[in-house]
């Protein structure tokens, strides 16, 4: 029953904003593909004879028993991606749900809590760069006034996407009656990483999120020509910027935790021009919040040293960010209760929605093996043998909360 139902979805899904020419996926919030993801949920849904509906700040639920009851026990993840991203992100955790909660029907067992399969909007933040902007928003993580205004990359705010999406910007904001109705919220999701191929486990329990968080450097200059200029007269960010990556990947190496310039824009953007601007992203993450401070400092060091001889200015904003997060003992030790002590447990540095919620909702996670360990790219792959075991495994754990 888990393999058929897995299947059926997946396939169907997989299509939805998938370029055809690299394989990657553009699933992002508020657009065109996100409607069809959207709709897909709905669809699914309604298959089950389950209520679908959307909240305040988008994040969609499908549920099975009453909507307004309590106690209940959340599943899901998010449909969304990053830019040219894999199929398995996020994706797999829905409609792991969705088949979980069909196993659990084939196997004849009585639901005595309600249940929800969650969709949370833009968990990438791949448009608007500030990543799980939906639970951020339901867990009271992010003012409304200040997810309104985020802008993407052509200057459309957040909240002019969603009026065009057919959604209302005025009414996001905190959801802690719907959090409050939630005793339990499990995430699946694939490993960001090759610790279960590693172990030889294709199902593994979630321990703690490293702390991490996204800056945005803006390395000043002057623009000039590129044809004419002397190089001792140029006053040339894209230098500054340049010895700042390779300083973020020293520092990173020698910290033992990770630093990423992933995104940059440039202005004027000509071939024949040296710019005026060079704004890039760093990305860091560690198992240690002293570690990450460290290690951020450092990295804005070594830019303010070189932006110092290349005659040029450096900025730098901190656009999020997430502590360490640890997940409760009591929901995970009885998921390793459910599933069997072999099962192995570890940490990830990759943010998730359930470590947003955790705060106010007791959550956990469920990782599926990645033999490649590639993730955020169209290479990202997960066994479908390892998907169903996922599926088992999720459905075993929502027996063991929700049909006790």
């Not at 949920?41 to 307004?68: H, I, K, S, Y």
């Not at 450097?217 to 000039?224: I, K, L, R, S, Y």
């Not at 999720?394 to 049909?403: N, R, Y």
Request: charge should be negative; hydrophobic fraction near 45%.
């Amino acid at each position: 029953m888990s393999a058929a139902s897995f299947h059926e979805m997946w396939t169907g899904l997989l299509p939805i904003g998938r370029d055809a020419s690299t394989g990657g996926y553009h699933r992002h919030a508020w657009t065109g593909a996100d409607a069809d993801c959207r709709a897909w949920f709905a669809a699914q849904a309604a298959e089950r004879g389950m209520v679908c509906e959307t909240d305040r700040n988008g994040n969609q639920w499908a549920w099975l028993g009453d909507p307004a009851g309590s106690d209940a026990v959340a599943i899901g993840s998010h449909l969304d991606s990053v830019p040219g991203g894999g199929a398995f992100d996020g994706p797999l955790g829905v409609v792991s749900s969705f088949a979980a909660i069909d196993e659990l029907r084939h196997r004849g067992v009585e639901f005595t809590r309600p249940v929800a399969v969650a969709n949370f909007t833009d968990e990438e933040g791949a448009r608007f760069g500030l990543a799980c902007v939906g639970s951020r928003l339901a867990a009271g993580q992010l003012a409304p006034d200040a997810a309104r205004a985020l802008r993407d990359a052509d200057g459309t705010t957040l909240a002019a996407a969603m009026e065009r999406a057919g959604r209302d910007p005025e009414a996001i904001g905190a959801d802690p009656e719907r959090l409050g109705r939630i005793g339990a919220f499990v995430e699946l999701h694939i490993e960001q990483g090759r610790a279960l191929d590693l172990t030889g486990s294709p199902v593994g329990i979630a321990s703690a999120i490293w702390p991490h968080g996204r800056w945005r450097f803006d390395f000043h200059g002057e623009a000039n020509h590129a044809g004419t200029t002397r190089l001792t007269d140029r006053r040339d960010p894209m230098l500054t910027y340049a010895a700042t990556v390779l300083a973020a990947r020293q520092e990173a190496a020698a910290a033992g935790a990770l630093a990423t310039f992933g995104k940059v824009s440039v202005e004027p953007n000509g071939v024949n021009a040296v710019p005026s601007l060079v704004r890039g992203w760093l990305d860091s993450r560690a198992a240690e919040q002293s570690t990450l401070d460290a290690l951020v400092a450092a990295v804005e060091s070594a830019a303010r040293d070189r932006a110092g001889r290349d005659g040029t200015r450096v900025d730098v904003v901190r656009e999020s960010f997430t502590p360490e997060i640890t997940f409760g003992d009591g929901l995970r030790d009885t998921l390793s209760r459910l599933l069997g002590d072999q099962v192995p447990v570890l940490a990830t540095g990759a943010g998730h929605d359930a470590g947003i919620l955790s705060a106010a909702v007791p959550t956990a996670m469920m990782f599926v093996r990645n033999p490649t360990g590639v993730s955020h790219s169209p290479a990202e792959t997960a066994d479908e043998d390892d998907c169903v075991a996922g599926v088992t495994a999720l459905a075993d754990v929502l027996e063991g909360l929700a049909c006790a």
